[in-house]
Every structure is written in C-alpha cells, then in structure tokens.
C-alpha cells in the first residue's frame, strides 16, 4: 500500500492493522493488558476480528504445549463479555484435547461450528475422523474427514 492508499483508508482499518502489529509483538506478561484495551476500542467489531485474529495466532502456537493452560485462562478471564472470543477459545481448547488425545466429548465436536469441525477433520485423530465422516455438519466436513480417515487406513 502507497501513502495515498492510507490517506483514503478508513480510521477504523488504520487502527485494525496497527492491533495486529502490536498483538503480535506485544510481551507476554502485556499481552492480557493489551488485548483488552482492543476490546475497548469505539468500532467494537473490528475490535473483536484483531483480537480473533491474534488469539488463533498464539492459540496455534501453543495449543500443543505446557503454556496453553495459564494462557487459555487468562485469555478467557479477557474475552468472557464477548460471547464469539469465548466460543473461539473455547473451541480451541476443544482441538486441543482432540489432537492430544486428552477426554473430549463428540458431543461437542458435533455442536462447534463448521471452522473447528473443518480443522479437526483435517486432522489426523481417528474417532474424531470418524464422528466427523459420519455426522459433521456440511458435505465438505463429513468428506475431508473420510479422505483422512481413509488415508490413515492405507497408510
């Protein structure tokens, strides 16, 4: 982008790309401090995507290991006013037990929404696969889990 481009930009797309810089550089011990000043923002929907945005960035990244569980708390004591951020984490936490391998319930597999449900059928765990193959929500979930659980037969 050119400076005449962001002359013409609009305020609330300025301060959503300067969110994501500052999320994705801010210091762990700030990052719960930070993200809630997000949220304060006057344009509370473009609030919501920068800080969605940098939760499936650090959830990502640590979903898999020992940090997740103090981040995951302190994240949801950030976002428990917005219902969406709450489902995301929560969800995440979902994929989590999923490709670890920890209890989960299909239960609440069959209830997320088609992102995680798409992600999980991408995966590689076999119940999930299987739930997934035979109940997930569209065509799309139910055949990507049956190409992965077909793949891991033959494999």
Known sequence: MNAEDSAGEPAEHARFAAYLVELEQVADADEIELVG????????VMARAA??????RRAERLCHGPAWEEWAEAMARAVVRHPFLVRRLQEWSLFRA???RLPW???????SSDWLQLRTAAGSSPEALGVLAESGRTKRIRNTARANLTG???G
């Open 98 to 100: 999923v490709t670890l």
């Open 105 to 111: 319930n299909p239960g609440d597999l069959l209830a």
């Open 37 to 44: 000043g997000v949220l304060a923002d006057p344009d509370p």
């Open 152 to 154: 891991r037969v033959k």
């Open 51 to 56: 800080v969605v945005r940098h939760l499936d």
